[in-house]
């Protein structure tokens, strides 16, 4: 089993700041970095998946970073909304394909 | 709609029984992941398949069994129940064996009594 860690572990802003969480992953074997939203009630839903160290994805105000040689990932959501309210979690595959998650960083958007 | 569909949506049963979980992949889709989610515990991986085959084992008990049929359909079983195994159960399908996003089933709420 091979340890992601999420940090913060829980986060609460006001509407229309922006926040960056932070997933580490070991840095050998590594396959891809996947992110994910999860809402309360719901079951998760994809946001990126990244395979290249340099990686940028973006997704609207959403966007994420990749640096595998340091074992870590950056996300980032631009001025907040209530909207964005979630768990983000982050998985990390290696070369023996297991998808493993993070416990997520829990985000309240306040308005 | 991920396009996978678990069944039963909600199962309750009693300690030492046993229980099928169901899984429908998203078409197209050759992977399926098994993950347990115990209260405030993060998702679990179990097992994962690839076009019928294993491709990776976690933390999976010896009571807990899965296959993949050749319809790509997955099925968890898991035996001899005991209250610790009440938990919400996901699969997820993926066109490949990692590289792609993987798409989450609404889950099966397992409770055992």
């Known amino acids: 089993i091979l340890n992601v860690e999420q940090s913060p572990q829980s986060l609460h802003v006001q509407e229309g700041d922006s926040t960056n969480f932070t997933c580490s992953f070991p840095s050998s074997n590594f396959y891809a970095l996947h992110w994910y939203r999860w809402e309360t009630a719901k079951s998760p839903e994809a946001l990126f998946v990244m395979t290249l160290n340099g990686d940028e994805k973006k997704k609207g105000r959403i966007s994420a970073t990749l640096n595998t040689k340091e074992g870590y990932s950056y996300l980032y959501i631009k001025g907040s909304q209530p909207e964005d309210s979630a768990t983000y979690l982050c998985a990390f595959k290696n070369s023996g394909y297991a998808l493993n998650f993070g416990k997520g960083t829990s985000l309240l958007v306040t308005p | ?64 069994s899965a296959q993949q049929f050749p319809d790509l359909h997955s099925e968890l079983n898991l035996s001899s129940l005991e209250l610790g195994d009440s938990a919400l159960y996901f699969c997820a399908s993926a066109f490949t064996a990692g590289g792609t996003e993987a798409f989450f089933g609404q889950g099966t709420r397992l409770t055992v009594v």
């Open chain 2, 1 to 64: 709609d991920s396009g996978v569909t678990q069944t039963p949506k909600h199962l309750i049963t009693a300690t030492g029984q046993r229980v099928t979980l169901r899984c429908s992949p998203r078409s197209g889709d050759l992977s399926v992941y098994w993950y347990q989610q115990s209260l405030d515990q993060g998702l679990q991986f179990l097992i994962q398949y690839y076009n019928g085959e294993e491709r990776a084992k976690g933390n999976i008990l010896e009571r807990f």
